[in-house]
Each structure stands twice: as structure tokens, then as C-alpha cells.
T-cell receptor, first 119, second 113 residues
Framework: ETGVTQTPRHLVMGMTNKKSLKCEQHLGHNAMYWYKQSAKKPLELMFVYNFKEQTENNSVPSRFSPECPNSSHLFLHLHTLQPEDSALYLC??????????????????FGDGTRLSIL | DQQVKQNSPSLSVQEGRISILNCDYTNSMFDYFLWYKKYPAEGPTFLISISSIKDKNEDGRFTVFLNKSAKHLSLHIVPSQPGDSAVYFCAAFHSGGYQKVTFGIGTKLQVIP
């Protein structure tokens, strides 16, 4: 079983729909992240959860709502999205946020992403 | 304004030769640098890292060089293999605080058999 699993792999939704992206990690990590990758742009960090607490919200619009019920699961709830929100959404995990920041030897492990298309 | 820049969107190299992927950064506070590799339809996977106290880190066929004065790092792959064909992302962050990891836009490497 892969370390970080994201579902669904592909999602097409209208602007008025409500959907959720799911991420699950089986690595025993304590930090989880949502990234957005738009075409021809770098990966953009959206949210960071460390020990189930949100530690970073990188100025993300409120139509994206994260939820982290436990250290193994992370959700991204989507509501009233815009066409420019079409992108690849990647989930990642690491041992903990401090490990990423302080050691450099605890890289993030990524899921395969959800390709989101907004009609 | 991109703080981590990968100015070459793509690179083609013959199998067995050296691949050199370049990355420049503007934030002098960055002191850890990472390279990730991404195959189509898969998430990025960690490849190799280097801290600013070093100027070289080697792991098998992969070597990362860091030139702090030039704010430049490079990833060398030798010998290149067809399985190395992927998109390579450079990433950087500043340790010592809640600083996010900043990624470059990626360079697509094609190793020709």
C-alpha cells in the first residue's frame, strides 16, 4: 500500500457543486499538507496541519476548507469553485513540521494528486 | 515573484551522458535545498537534499552542488538512464521557523536511449 493515498484521482465539478478531496497517509507522520499545482506554475502550499492543528493557511480563499480529523487523514472541502481553481491538488505528509523545517532530512512524501476540473 | 527559479523548462540528454539540471534562488535566507522527481500521473518523490553548510552532496548517480555566493544549485545525474526521464523540481526553505518550502516550476528531463 502506498504511503500517501489521494482520492479521487480525477474530479470534474460544476461551480455550484460541493465536493471533497481525501488524503490518507500510512507512514505514521504527524504533519500533512495540501498543495496546488496549476499549469506552468510552481507548487503552491495551501495548508499545513501539524499534529491535527492548522499551522499555516497560505491566503487561500474560503471556498477551500481543510479538515484534519486525525494525523492520518486530511480533507479538502470544495464549494463554489471558479474555473481558475482547475489544477492538480497534491497532498503530502512528513514526520512533523519541525522536522521539515529544521533537519532537511525529513522530506515530504507526496500522494499522486487529484486532477480537478471546474466546468 | 518566484524565489526559486528553474529557467530551463526541458532538457534532452543521451543515455549514458551527464544530465545537469539548474536552479537559482533569490532568498538568501534559504538554507536547505531539495530535489524532487515526478513521473506523469504520480506525485513528486524526494531525490536528494543539501544544507547550506555543504557545497556538495552525493547519492549514487545523483550529486547536488550548491554555490551560495551565486545562489545557484545544480543536480547532476551520471550516467543518465531512460528511467530518469521525469520532471525535476528544485525546492528550498529557511530552517529555524515556520517557513514554507518553496518550489521551482520544474524541468522536464528526457533521456534518449
Amino acid at each position: 500500500e502506498t504511503g500517501v493515498t489521494q482520492t479521487p484521482r480525477h474530479l470534474v465539478m460544476g461551480m455550484t457543486n460541493k465536493k471533497s478531496l481525501k488524503c490518507e497517509q500510512h507512514l505514521g507522520h504527524n504533519a500533512m499538507y495540501w498543495y496546488k499545482q496549476s499549469a506552468k506554475k510552481p507548487l503552491e502550499l495551501m495548508f499545513v496541519y501539524n499534529f491535527k492543528e492548522q499551522t499555516e493557511n497560505n491566503s487561500v480563499p474560503s471556498r477551500f476548507s481543510p479538515e484534519c480529523p486525525n494525523s492520518s487523514h486530511l480533507f479538502l472541502h470544495l464549494h463554489t469553485l471558479q474555473p481558475e481553481d482547475s489544477a492538480l491538488y497534491l497532498c503530502a505528509s512528513s514526520q512533523d513540521w519541525a522536522a521539515v523545517v529544521y533537519t532537511g532530512n525529513q522530506p515530504q512524501h507526496f500522494g499522486d494528486g487529484t486532477r480537478l476540473s471546474i466546468l | 515573484d518566484q524565489q526559486v527559479k528553474q529557467n530551463s523548462p526541458s532538457l534532452s540528454v543521451q543515455e549514458g551522458r551527464i544530465s545537469i539540471l539548474n536552479c537559482d534562488y533569490t532568498n538568501s535566507m534559504f538554507d536547505y535545498f531539495l530535489w524532487y522527481k515526478k513521473y506523469p500521473a504520480e506525485g513528486p518523490t524526494f531525490l536528494i537534499s543539501i544544507s547550506s553548510i555543504k557545497d556538495k552532496n552525493e547519492d549514487g548517480r545523483f550529486t547536488v552542488f550548491l554555490n551560495k555566493s551565486a545562489k545557484h544549485l545544480s543536480l547532476h545525474i551520471v550516467p543518465s538512464q531512460p528511467g530518469d526521464s521525469a520532471v525535476y523540481f528544485c525546492a528550498a526553505f529557511h530552517s529555524g521557523g515556520y517557513q514554507k518550502v518553496t518550489f521551482g516550476i520544474g524541468t522536464k528531463l528526457q533521456v534518449i536511449p
